[in-house]
């Protein structure tokens, strides 16, 4: 006797304890079994696109805070990396060596969010997350020390940063980073060899290497596949051909390589931090740009390694106060397009714990 | 360091591969005819010594005569990247030939410069409002609205 | 001569029920221990709740509720005078009988099963000479409330949640049963009060195994991590008590934390020797033995991640239940073979014979993924 059965289609979100943000997918269920999944978004769309073009090119820079809002020091830099490439402004070298040290400190801050949250949603009941915020917390005090922000920190500027740091900072930051791969270490004891963990990571929602390389993903979701391709060495911006790391790669491309990922670049982070403390020159933080800068007309993409993959910014400019055209390349709405291709044929949990090890951000999928 | 091929080398080999094709070739940039983007994508992707693998961006400019989309294309295998632009001209219907076949990233990408320029992607297997809702009029991030 | 006459002799008609002489007859004594059990489960749930959210909170780095009453002993209070201001909500396409009645099918079996348990020395409402049978068949009557919740919703969601709970709660009742069975066939008998008698020391230690298996499954019938998927917050919402609310919702809660008090006491009395103790007064025993239980199964929800539905019946039909039937039958081989041998040899050998069964286990069965070609 055969039964007849029907699928059903389920909403998942918008509003969802685990869905990063507000984000829909509806989901065509046969059982417990996905059978297709379609992603809606656009609830978090702003318009900064359009905003941006009515504001001047210093304005902009709080505009692309709160692009990814989980890691604002990664957007101003490659914001303000652009403006200079279209404009041709040189950077002093104290301010080159300040920005790395904030990039770095964000992609740690950013990673232990995307981390921690790829846990909780494998059901780790926010203890690990707790953890994570323990030490992000640190980071943030640091930053609240330099810019008084903990979020959106508007903190680049064209031409340098915005203001030095104060002599507190310094002491804070080197115990943070002789502290910090301790932290990392304690998480790797309880969750590396973690069976559950492994069980509900391991071979799940594959993305191979010619699939993400022809979705355009960037990041730990591209690198786990087993491309090495990290924009901090391929195409070096600012000053990071001066420091020594390592590019972590996976192989199988699963949860569990992106996870492993993010934990090793963090690593990697703490590494960069220690040589930029030391070698932190002494000058000037900003050049003489004015604040209605007009660079000449012509136009430019810039990008970097930000925590969620690679972020560029594309501008056009006419020779005036503010950009023609302003485009976002958002690694994360990129990195969104293999969801379905990885998700169909699993099962409802995993469809939440492989969308979590994505690690995306509305505020840059919709801007 | 990722070398920013220039247009007019690629230009040469476009030219005696797909006559006509383009347009105007700078230092920095290449323009193909909107009919044979496809085409020279496709030539872009797999021609040895080229193999653009990775599409980087896909760009919607609204120069009041004409749009322009701004293809940025990178290899992996070769570290070197290009910029590829088409134009589109009128502004009731604009429509290019969509590139989703060759690398899947441009996906949503078209399908955001559909709803927030009008430019139609022939071609895309899904092409609705992605950041708008879907019953929205008009594409704001053109210049004339608002 | 009526069912009310206080010199009743009910040994007449029931032969091994009659409580000892009690002052006033049967039914004072029943009287009596309801009261009592009530005031016991009631109490200790609320103490439970407190409990585990100070146990999380500090298992998480930080403080647990500490505000309303000292060390925040009042928020189970707080908790249920805000859960019972709650507008009762009713969902309009949905069964409203069934909606209504879920909650109370799924509470009314946890509270019957502490009618057999031995609070001391012979101290329990009745002493039922089938008295473990009757807490296992008891208890499968609430997964009927769980399915009932989910279905009268009118609900997807609440629906998977319910569709998960029946297979996983159905699936756990075998490895369950199966382990008890060890403790029967070491204490000869199924009343709970002749194993607490029989434990002259702990059934832990004689059965190792059983124990552990008997906690798995029993922590995958309460619902509890690494199997609380019926509830997974991070996954279907709230599973299949979405649309409960108000005092419908205190009774889920109140099943959730009932049913753990039920399995730290069935465990206590099965495995660690119930009252028995020196020096203090058994009561005192048999409190802080519940206590030391609930402790672990809170320990445990607090680190460890979830288990996906196909992994937890795989574990179930794979592992634990060749496991637990290895396991009755090395207890019946001993208890025949070697009736009179010192007790201590006996230990060694089970906690060797674990040791290597699960080692063994571990090896050839690996929880891993399933991807469905669709």
């Known amino acids: 006797m055969v039964i007849k059965t029907e699928p059903f289609v389920v909403n998942i979100g918008p509003a969802h304890p685990s869905t990063h943000g507000v984000f829909r997918m509806r989901a065509t269920l046969d059982g417990e079994v996905v059978l297709d999944i379609e992603p809606v978004f656009g609830y978090l769309h702003r318009g900064i696109e359009k905003l941006a073009e009515e504001r001047t090119y210093t304005q902009i820079i709080p505009l692309t805070d709160r692009l990814d809002y989980l890691a604002s020091m990664s957007n101003n830099l490659a914001y303000v990396l652009t403006v200079e490439k279209l404009a041709g402004i040189a950077v002093p070298e104290r301010a080159e060596y300040l920005r790395v040290i904030m990039a770095e400190l964000q992609r740690i801050a950013s990673h232990l969010i995307g981390v921690g949250a790829f846990l909780n949603d494998c059901g780790a009941f926010m203890t690990p997350i707790l953890y994570m915020i323990r030490e992000r917390e640190k980071i943030l005090d640091l930053f609240e020390m330099v810019c008084g922000q903990r979020l959106t920190y508007n903190y680049m500027r064209i031409g340098g940063v915005s203001h030095d740091i104060p002599e507190e900072f310094l002491p804070a930051l080197k115990k943070f980073v002789d502290r910090m791969p301790g932290f990392i270490d304690e998480y790797d004891q309880l969750l590396q060899e973690n069976e559950i963990l492994l069980a509900r990571s391991k071979g799940v929602g594959i993305l191979s290497r010619e699939q993400a390389i022809n979705i355009s993903a960037s990041g730990p979701v591209l690198r786990a596949s087993g491309v090495k391709w990290d924009i901090r060495k391929v195409d070096p911006y600012s000053i990071y051909d001066r420091f020594g790391f390592e590019i972590p790669t996976g192989s199988a491309g699963d949860c569990y390589d992106r996870y492993r990922v993010r934990v090793e670049e963090m690593r990697q982070s703490v590494r960069i931090l220690k040589q930029a403390v030391e070698k932190l020159p002494a000058g000037g933080v900003r050049s003489e740009v004015s604040h209605l800068v007009r660079p000449p007309a012509g136009e430019a993409y810039g990008h970097i390694e930000a925590p969620k993959g690679e972020l560029g910014f594309y501008l056009v400019s006419d020779n005036s106060i503010a950009p023609y055209r302003f485009h976002v390349r958002a690694p994360s709405l990129l990195n969104l397009t293999a969801l379905r291709e990885m998700v169909v044929g699993w099962k409802v949990a995993d469809v939440l714990a492989i969308f979590g090890s994505i690690d995306i951000c509305m505020g840059e999928v919709d801007r | ?146 | 001569m009526s069912l009310f006459d206080p010199g009743l002799n009910l040994s007449a008609y029931y032969p091994g029920t009659l409580p000892p002489e009690w002052p006033g007859g049967y039914w004072i004594h029943w009287g009596v221990f309801v009261v009592i059990i009530l005031a016991f489960v009631l109490l200790m749930a609320m103490g439970f709740i407190w409990l585990e959210r100070r146990e999380v909170g500090r298992f998480q780095a930080r403080l647990g509720p500490n505000r309303v009453g000292p060390f925040g002993v009042l928020q189970p209070v707080a908790d249920a005078i805000k859960i019972l201001t709650k507008e009762d909500i009713i969902p309009a396409k949905g069964d409203k009988l069934v909606y209504w009645l879920a909650p109370v099918v799924a509470f009314v079996p946890v509270l019957m099963v502490f009618a057999v348990v031995p609070f001391q020395d012979g101290a329990l409402l009745a002493d039922l000479n089938i008295g473990i049978l009757y807490v296992v068949a008891i208890s499968s009557v609430s997964i009927v409330g769980v399915f009932m919740a989910g279905w009268s919703s009118n609900n997807k969601y609440s629906l998977l949640g319910a569709m998960r709970a029946v297979s996983q709660l159905v699936s756990y009742e075998i490895p369950l049963g199966l382990s008890i069975l060890g403790v029967v066939v070491l204490a000869g008998s199924l009343s709970l009060n002749s194993i607490v008698e029989a434990q002259h020391i702990p059934f832990i230690l004689l059965q190792p195994l059983g124990f552990l298996i008997y906690m798995a499954a029993a922590a995958a019938e309460i619902n509890r991590t690494p199997f609380d998927l019926l509830e997974a917050d991070s996954e279907i919402v709230a599973g299949f008590h979405t649309e409960y609310s108000g005092m419908k919702f205190a009774l889920f809660y109140l099943v959730e934390y009932c049913e753990v008090l039920a399995v730290s006491v069935i465990v206590t009395t099965l495995f660690l020797a119930g009252w028995k103790g020196p020096l203090l007064p058994p009561l005192l025993w048999f409190l802080i033995k519940v206590f030391g239980v609930f402790t672990v199964i809170v320990w445990v929800r607090a680190t460890v991640p979830r288990l996906r539905v196909d992994q937890v019946m795989a574990f179930a039909w794979k592992c634990l239940l060749p496991l637990a039937l290895i396991n009755l039958l090395i207890t019946g081989i001993q208890v025949l073979v070697w009736p009179e041998v010192l007790p201590w040899a006996v230990v060694f050998l089970n906690l060797a014979i674990m040791v290597v069964l699960i080692l063994l286990w571990s090896k050839f069965f690996k929880l891993g993924g399933g991807r469905v070609e669709v």
């Open chain 2, 1 to 146: 360091m990722t070398v920013a091929l220039s247009g007019g080398e690629i230009a040469a080999r476009l030219e005696e591969r797909f006559p006509g094709s383009v347009v105007e070739s700078g230092q920095d940039s290449l323009l193909v005819k909107s009919e044979s983007l496809r085409a020279v994508a496709g030539f872009l992707k797999t021609a040895p010594g080229l193999e653009f693998d990775y599409l980087t961006a896909i760009t919607g400019v609204d120069y009041y005569d004409y749009f322009e989309v701004v293809y940025q294309l990178t290899s992996i295998r070769h570290n070197h990247s290009l910029v590829v632009k088409a134009r589109c001209y009128g502004r009731e219907n604009p429509a290019l030939p969509s590139v989703v076949g060759l690398w899947k990233g441009a996906d949503f990408q078209e399908r955001e410069i559909y709803d927030l320029m009008g430019i139609r992607f022939e071609g895309h297997p899904n092409l609705k409002r992605v950041v708008l809702w879907d019953g929205f009029t008009g594409h704001p991030l053109r210049k004339d609205y608002l």
